[in-house]
């Protein structure tokens, strides 16, 4: 929780939703925020892949003569299959300022930048190779690192790309980074991006056309889906041919190009077990965005044969794995940790818990969780005048549908809080503020208006609230990857069970280390753990 809302809306967070010309990426947008923390990170200048200048070229006409020298034949006078001109360099600049305009909005929605010298060398060297076979070697390629743990990578028009280092902790090779990193460049190279803004203008104007003179007649709904379907064939033909161009870019560079399979399993794994474990945003996903189906993972394979039978081409495993050693994994010191079932937050010096059954989500807005019969917690904060009273402010309007009368003002392990009742909509609400140091923290749990468990649930959160002692604040570590070679006698259990500050253990470590089951380990393997050591 990066930053603490100023209000709660009582429902779905409205504002403008914002996706990236090519398809790829989406951002929410999430409501004003207060800071409460006076960390600020410095803005890091960003380091290019591999620039590439453009050369402007001028054809002279001076006369009508022109020295031909005897050798020269014919078959030299030939067009440029790729020439520079006017047109697409001017172009080019277009889509770069449309995608600098958009920058710093992602980097708000993923946490910014993500700065490590080392992995970033490493991802430089990966993305190198494939400029080196680049179907537009004129394309400037900017790249940045997100501290985001969900796992994602996306392209704007004008070259820019983005890797997130919840990707980069699950992808087990460089072949495979450079798998994701070279489909994302052949959407630049393949112009998806205007090429769906045109589009999207084209239905857009047919929607209008279609609503206008057939209103809502069985027509013009089946118009309209038409339409919806045409979008979605177009999306899905545009990531099958970055697939396409990808595989043969990381093949021609010399990388596995079955690489591209192996990664979409292992996003699927993935997918399948945070959907039981409940973590992070899924909109902010790769697949949230990029469908994956056995059908494409089956094509993937199909254009990956191409260049050989598994084993062509290097995976450089060594190399990658040294580069994602120590990596951030999860949320990050000024978001708060979400430990099982207890959310921690040493620079705000404050934890809470949540009963069994609920699962903690902890976003850039706010910490919310969610449980058995529909129920949900959410966590936030705001800046409050030391002099104004908690049941006060309570009453002061923010909350919709209040029960002035359950306003009561208590203590809660030591600190100053008020708590009360709210109905709206077929909901019940409890609301509970607690003043801690110069900060008063909310918690607002949520129940169907039938529901009974309400107070009872939001007795034992309210409850678990306190403030951290400075040994328990300095106790508090960062979970990152570290790479372990396996000794001999150790098993997969062994080896998760040094794993720290997760659930699900051997899971998460086969889904990290892309082993299915029935694989073993041998003496002297690499592998992947996850630990605050």
Partial sequence: MAGLAESWPFGAWSGPVWSDPGGCGRR????????????????????PARAFLLAGVALALASCQAIVPPDMQESAFRP?????????????????ELARAQHPRILATYGGEYSDPKLERMVAKVIGSLTTVSANPTQNYRITILNSPNVNAFALPGGYLYITRGLLALANDSSELAAVVAHEMGHVTANHGLQRQRLEAEEGLATKVVSDVLGDSPTAKAALIRGKLRLAQFSRNQELEADVIGIRSVGEAGYDPYAASRFLQSMSAYTDFRSVSGATDASLDFLATHPNTPQRIELALRHARQFGQPGTGTRDRDSYLAGIDGLLYGDTPDEGYVRGNNFLHPKLGISFSVPDGFMIDNSAAAVTATGPGDMAVRFDGVSLDPNRSLSDYIRSGWVAGLETDSVRETTINGSPAATARARAEGWQFDVTVIRAGSQVYRLLTAAPAASTSLDSVARAVGGSFRVLTQAEKDALKPLRIRVVTVRPGQTMGMLAAQMVGVDRKLDLFRVLNALAPGATLSAGDKVKIVTDR
Avoid at 30 to 43: A, D, I, M, N
Avoid at 80 to 96: F, I, Q, R, W
Wanted: glycine share 2%; no cysteine; proline share 5%.
């Fill in 28 to 47: 929410h947008s999430r409501g004003k925020e207060v800071q409460l923390s006076s960390v600020v990170k410095p803005e890091r200048k960003q380091f």
């Fill in 80 to 96: 440029s299959a790729k020439p520079v001109t006017v047109d697409n360099v001017t172009a080019n600049n277009k889509l770069a």
